[in-house]
């Protein structure tokens, strides 16, 4: 596992996390070129807004974990390999409201803790494998603007397992 705690302290052409290992974002802002590998990406924050991580949020890619207090749910990917929510509190977070968005995880989306809003813009989201939502992990997807039609998608290509909340509302 490498931490990188203070902005500036890492700036790279490529990096690769291979798999096994953990690059964990702490506190910082890294200004990586090109990311790829199958390893773990930690991110205490906001998914860093420069760099190319394409390769590494792709199907043959590696693993996302949101943890700690600092991620607002603010999500500049709209992919990813697999993506893991492990938050320091319970506070919900919504995802951004853009028109015809669609969440693609590759792989499997797990909730340890905390909770996550879709709200009436998103489109579909796309599970490729398994969606875990532990005891203190939730999922809320609100219909939105009452009179309005959606059609918002939630397809899950694995197991199903809610020990939390999964709320639908139409």
């Not at 690769?16 to 590998?37: K, S």
């Not at 320091?88 to 995802?95: G, K, L, M, S, V």
């Not at 968005?101 to 494998?129: D, E, P, V």
């Not at 039609?149 to 397809?155: E, M, R």
Request: hydrophobic share 30%.
């Amino acid at each position: 596992t490498v931490r990188l705690g203070e902005d500036g302290i890492m700036a790279a052409r490529t990096v690769q996390i291979a798999e096994g290992a953990t690059l964990d974002i702490e506190t910082c802002t890294p200004d990586f070129n090109n990311v790829y590998g199958q390893g773990t990406l930690r991110i205490n924050g906001d998914f860093p807004s420069t760099g190319d991580y394409s390769a590494f949020v792709s199907k043959d890619g590696g693993t996302t974990e949101f943890y700690g207090s600092g991620h607002t749910g603010e999500i500049s990917h709209f992919e990813y390999n697999n993506l893991i929510l492990n938050y320091d509190d319970n506070a919900t977070r919504t995802f951004p409201n853009e028109e015809r968005k669609q969440l693609n995880i590759n792989g499997y989306l797990t909730i340890n803790k905390g909770k996550i809003n879709f709200s009436n813009t998103q489109q579909a989201i796309h599970i490729g494998s398994d969606l875990n939502i532990a005891e203190n992990g939730g999922i809320y997807i609100y219909r939105g603007t009452p009179g309005v039609t959606h059609y918002d998608t939630v397809q899950v290509g694995g197991n199903f397992i809610n020990r939390g909340e999964f709320v639908l509302t139409l």
